[in-house]
C-alpha cells in the first residue's frame, strides 16, 4: 500500500530547495500554499479512468477485462495477463465527471495556478478511450443542442473554478487563453481567424521553449471562454476511423494565463493552467487509416513515442542528470517544463475496459505508471519589478487586446516573444 507522499504533489523526503532563478522567486512568509513543494522534487500525480464499454463494444460481445479495485488501484485479468496497478486515483466506469474533476486533483491544480505556478493536466490513451470526453465532455453535441452541466468537462469546471476565485473579494486576477494544435508536427493557433499557419517555436535561455506569435485572448466571463474554447475545438483537425467518429488529429493544449494584479511595488504572480489533450495512439491496421488519416497517424504516434521516450528517462533514479532529449517532437518541447521543469503536473490516463483493446490498454497502463516515478521542482513566477512592459491595451468592443505599435490584432494580442518573468 502507497503512502500519501507516494501519491501525488507531496515533495519527496530528504530533498532540498535549489537556488531561485530570477522571476521564480521564494514565498514570502505568509504564503502558505506554495509551502511544501516549493522548489522540492515532487511527484507527477497521476491518476486513471476506465470508460463504459461502448454500444459497439457491446453489441460484439467484447468482455471486461479491466475491474477497478478500491483504494486506487485496477486489475486486468484476461487469458495470458494478470495484472494490478496502483494510481493516485482510479474512476471507474460509474465516475461522474464531477467526481473525476474532484478526485483527480484539479481543484488543486487551479489554486496553484492562482499562486502562481504553471500547471499542467495531460490526458492521453489509445484513440477512442476517453480523453476529449474527460477534458471537454462531449463538446461535438453542443454544437445542436446545450450539453448537461452533469457532462461538462475538467476544463468548464476548471474555468468556473477560476472565475469564481477571481471574483472573490480577496483575488484581482487578469486571465487570458491561447490555444494551439500540433498537426502533423507543425504548431497551429486555433484562435486564429482563416486558414491554419505553422508558427515557430523557438526556445531562450531564460524561457526555455515558446511559441512565438501565438494568440492570448483576455476573457472575463464563463460564456467568454466557453466560446473559445468551442471555435478553437472545431478548427481542431478530427476525422471518423474505425474506433472513434471524432477522433482528435492533432494534440491540442489550451493554456489559461492567470495574472495576479498586485500593488505597484510587488511583484505580481503569473501562473497558467494548461489543459494537453494528446491525440491517441493507434493501431492503423485497426483504425483502417489510409491516406491522409495514415500520415496523421504516423506522426502520432511517433510524438507519443518521443514523449513515452523522455518519460522512461526521467523516470530512472538519477535520470535528470542523462540527456533528455526533448528536441525530438515539438509536442515534448512544449511539455518540457511539466514534466521535467518547475511545474506541476496532473496526468490523466484513459483506458477501454474491453478485451479487444487490452495490448494498448497494457501499454497505456505500464506508461502511466512509469510517469509517477518523474519529478518536477515546482516553483512560482513572479513577473519583476522594473521598468514596465508594454501592456495589452484593452479595444473597445471587444474582449481582444492590442500591444502598442500594434495596427491589427483582432481579436487577440500576439506575443512576438515571452514577456520577462513569463513563458
Ligand atoms: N466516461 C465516459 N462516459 C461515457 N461516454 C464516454 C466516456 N468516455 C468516452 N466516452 C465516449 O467514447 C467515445 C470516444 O471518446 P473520446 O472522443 O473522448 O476519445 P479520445 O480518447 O479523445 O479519442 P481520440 O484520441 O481518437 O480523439 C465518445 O463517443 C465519448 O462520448
Same mark, same amino acid.
Given at each position: 500500500m502507497e503512502s500519501e507522499r507516494e501519491r501525488g504533489w507531496e515533495p519527496q523526503v530528504g530533498t532540498r530547495p535549489k537556488t531561485f532563478p530570477r522571476g521564480q522567486e521564494k514565498p514570502s512568509p505568509?504564503?502558505?500554499?506554495?509551502?511544501?513543494?516549493?522548489?522540492r522534487e515532487t511527484r507527477l500525480r497521476v491518476v486513471l479512468r476506465v470508460r463504459p464499454l461502448t454500444c459497439t463494444e457491446m453489441h460484439r460481445g467484447d468482455r471486461q477485462v479491466v475491474h477497478s479495485l478500491s483504494d486506487g488501484t485496477v486489475h486486468v485479468s484476461a487469458a495470458r495477463h494478470d495484472a494490478i496497478f496502483g494510481f493516485s486515483a482510479v474512476f471507474d466506469a460509474g465516475a461522474s465527471q464531477e467526481a473525476v474533476f474532484e478526485g483527480s486533483g484539479m481543484r488543486q491544480l487551479v489554486e496553484l495556478a492562482i499562486d502562481g505556478f504553471s500547471c499542467t493536466v495531460f490526458a492521453f490513451g489509445?484513440?477512442?478511450?476517453g480523453k476529449t470526453y474527460t477534458l471537454?465532455?462531449? !463538446?461535438?453535441?453542443?454544437?445542436?443542442q446545450a450539453v448537461s452541466?452533469? !457532462? !461538462?468537462?475538467l476544463m468548464q469546471r476548471s474555468f468556473a473554478c477560476l472565475l469564481e476565485r477571481s471574483r472573490s473579494c480577496s483575488s484581482d486576477l487578469a486571465l487570458s487563453a491561447s490555444y494551439l494544435e500540433i498537426y502533423n508536427e507543425q504548431v497551429r493557433d486555433l !484562435?486564429?481567424?482563416?486558414p491554419p499557419c505553422a508558427l515557430p517555436l523557438r526556445w531562450s535561455k531564460t524561457h526555455g521553449f515558446y511559441v512565438e506569435n501565438q494568440l492570448s485572448v483576455d476573457f472575463e466571463s464563463l460564456e467568454a471562454i466557453t466560446d473559445l474554447l468551442l471555435q478553437g475545438s472545431q478548427r481542431r483537425r478530427t476525422s471518423a476511423h474505425a474506433l472513434n467518429r471524432?477522433?482528435?488529429r492533432s494534440h491540442a493544449l489550451l493554456t489559461i494565463h492567470v495574472r495576479s494584479r498586485a500593488p505597484r511595488a510587488c511583484p505580481s504572480k503569473q501562473g497558467t493552467l494548461c489543459f494537453v489533450d494528446l491525440a491517441g495512439s493507434e493501431r492503423v491496421k485497426e483504425t483502417g487509416s489510409r491516406g491522409e488519416l495514415s500520415v496523421e497517424a504516423n506522426n502520432i504516434n511517433r510524438s507519443l513515442l518521443a514523449l513515452g521516450h523522455c518519460i522512461s528517462l526521467l523516470a530512472?533514479?538519477?535520470?535528470?542528470r542523462t540527456h533528455i532529449?526533448?528536441?525530438?517532437?515539438k509536442l515534448t518541447r512544449l511539455l518540457a517544463r511539466s514534466l521535467g521543469g518547475s511545474g506541476i503536473t496532473l496526468m490523466v490516463a484513459c483506458i477501454s475496459p474491453s478485451s479487444r483493446c487490452l495490448s494498448e490498454t497494457l501499454s497505456t497502463l505500464h506508461y502511466a505508471s512509469r510517469a509517477r516515478r518523474v519529478t518536477t521542482r515546482p516553483l512560482a513566477n513572479r513577473a519583476l519589478p522594473g521598468p514596465p512592459m508594454p501592456q495589452p491595451v484593452p479595444v473597445e468592443g471587444s474582449t481582444g487586446v492590442l500591444l502598442p505599435g500594434q495596427d491589427v490584432a483582432l481579436p487577440g494580442s500576439r506575443h512576438p516573444q515571452p514577456q520577462q518573468g513569463k513563458r
Open positions: 505568509g504564503e502558505e500554499r506554495e509551502g511544501p513543494m516549493v522548489g489509445q484513440t477512442g478511450s471537454m465532455g462531449p !463538446l461535438a453535441q453542443s454544437e445542436t452541466p452533469a !457532462l !461538462l468537462g !484562435l486564429s481567424p482563416g471524432h477522433s482528435s530512472k533514479p538519477g535520470g535528470k532529449p526533448y528536441r525530438d517532437s
